[in-house]
């Protein structure tokens, strides 16, 4: 499911975050890697994945791990198939 690949790409970025612990309900601005530079990480990562532009506004939107995927990476997908 490409929602878990998601959250696995997420936990691959996270050094210090238990990543066993994350799932779609996660409020990833509450990580304690979330600060500016991981943002632009994780935009780039996204970009990069997902062939989408990811905007502040995509992260000032949305608090949940799902919210994230739901808002940036699912039109993308529909767009594919």
């Known amino acids: 499911m490409e929602k878990n690949r998601f959250v696995q790409l997420v936990a691959d970025m996270l050094y210090r975050t238990d990543r066993e ?12 890697e979330w600060n500016y530079l991981f ?10 994945e997902y062939q989408v532009e990811v905007t502040p506004e995509d992260f ?12 940036v990476c699912e039109p993308s997908l529909a767009d594919k198939n």
């Open 60 to 71: 000032d939107c949305t608090r949940t791990l799902g919210e994230l995927f739901h808002r």
């Open 21 to 32: 612990s994350l799932n779609l309900e996660t409020l990833y601005k509450s990580l304690e």
């Open 39 to 48: 943002e632009v990480s994780l935009a780039m990562m996204l970009e990069e």
